[in-house]
């Protein structure tokens, strides 16, 4: 998992939509200079890049479906910034902004509203009941808030 973590976005433009796959493409290359009877024994290369690309969010219901205790917390810990305080939230939600900053703003507002409530339609948020208890409803909370305020054409933590 650590190998996961470190990799995850390793490769990251806002204008790309293969962050992802990228950034599992880079690990893959890393992999590659390791010492192969070392880099066999101790990393599963097939699950480090399964984590990776598990991050795009696209099909939650494969991720409910495993098994992998493992994957559940990594994808977890992955969303656990929808689950900060209103202040920190709009922090990050004010980043995501200026990441975004090249698209039109009432495109911004309809796009991110679309994909917060993607993540609202979502039975659960969370894959672990650790992670559901903790984070599951100030995450909704947060969703649902920033998409209200998006539909006002509000941004939340905005930096002008």
């Given at each position: ?43 599963d290369h097939d699950r480090v890049e399964q984590y990776i690309l598990a991050t795009r969010h696209l099909n939650n219901s494969s991720v409910l479906s495993t ?94």
């Amino acid at each position: 998992m650590t190998l996961s973590t470190l990799f995850h976005d390793a490769v990251y433009d806002p204008k790309s939509r293969t962050n992802e796959e990228d950034s599992a493409a880079l690990y893959r290359t890393f992999a590659s200079e390791l010492d192969d009877a070392t880099a066999s024994r101790v990393f599963d290369h097939d699950r480090v890049e399964q984590y990776i690309l598990a991050t795009r969010h696209l099909n939650n219901s494969s991720v409910l479906s495993t098994n992998d205790i493992f994957l559940k917390l990594f994808i977890d810990a992955d969303m656990a910034v929808l689950g900060k305080c209103n202040s920190a939230y709009d922090v990050y939600s004010g980043l995501i902004r200026e990441e975004y900053k090249y698209v039109q703003r009432d495109v911004y507002c309809e796009k991110r509203s679309q994909v917060l409530s993607s993540f609202l339609c979502e039975t659960s948020i969370f894959q672990t009941k650790v992670m559901k208890n903790a984070f599951e409803a100030q995450s909704r909370s947060n969703l649902q808030r920033e998409i209200e305020l998006l539909s006002q054409g509000i941004i939340p933590g905005e930096i002008m």
